[in-house]
């Protein structure tokens, strides 16, 4: 398979807990995505990486929230000390290029759930 | 900061009728993407407009942007089982990151 894959597709997890999410982009893929999606919404941007550089980070995001893609290729979402409101499907995305015409491909995601 | 809105949030039609979502931003946009996401499913893309006025056709689906850059539309003629799913526009402004609406949710009665 070629496409985006994450993992683990579902976490539980209980209120407190560090949880830690893995995107695998498409290879030649240079830019890799992170958004979160509740039910009913739109994905909404979290943070993204052009190769192992984290160029933007969503200012909803709390500190509790780290993303790393240390040889440009995976990354890593972390969520320390996770809350209820953090339950929501984690998408990952990448893609070939950057500028107007760069379009993503996503992952299936994870779906977390805490209790 | 950009938004983008979408209506509406829900559709149902019986299948053979015909279906609209528009999107709307608040600020000029470079580009307009569309993405399904069939239930359970993740985000895929289906098209991109660039040009004021664009209009592009798929099969039974056809994506307009607006003169503005401002605002989008799908329409789908003749609805089948297989357009079930949730569409999403998403806005992009200049070279940033794509900001998604919120989606229109598409069921069909057979």
């Known amino acids: 398979d070629t496409g985006v894959s994450q993992d683990p597709r579902h976490k539980i997890t209980k209120r407190g807990q560090n949880v830690t999410f893995r995107c695998d982009p498409i290879?030649?893929?240079?830019?890799l995505y992170w958004y979160r999606q509740t039910l009913g919404q739109g994905p909404e941007f979290l943070t993204y990486f052009q190769n192992e550089a984290q160029l933007e980070k969503s200012r909803l995001l709390s500190d509790r929230f780290s993303a790393e893609r240390p040889k440009g290729s995976f990354s890593t979402l972390e969520i320390q000390r996770t809350e209820q409101g953090d339950s929501a499907m984690y998408l990952c995305a990448s893609s070939q290029g950057q500028g107007p015409n760069e379009k993503l491909f996503f992952g299936s995601g994870t779906q977390l759930s805490v209790l | 900061g950009q938004q983008v809105m979408q209506i509406p949030q829900y559709q149902h039609v019986q299948e053979g009728e015909d279906f609209t979502t528009y999107c709307n931003s608040s600020t000029t946009l470079s580009n307009i993407q569309w993405y399904k996401q069939r239930p359970g499913g993740h985000p895929v893309f289906l098209i991109q407009l660039v040009k004021s006025g664009e209009v592009k056709k798929q099969k039974r689906l056809t994506f307009q942007f607006g003169e503005a850059k401002k605002n989008s539309s799908l329409h789908i003629t003749a609805t089948q089982t297989t357009d079930v799913g949730t569409y999403f526009c998403?806005?992009?402004?200049?070279?940033?990151?794509?900001?998604f609406g919120q989606g229109t949710r598409l069921t069909i009665n057979p």
């Open positions: 998403a806005g992009r402004l200049g070279a940033q990151k794509l900001v």
């Open positions: 290879s030649e893929h240079n830019r």
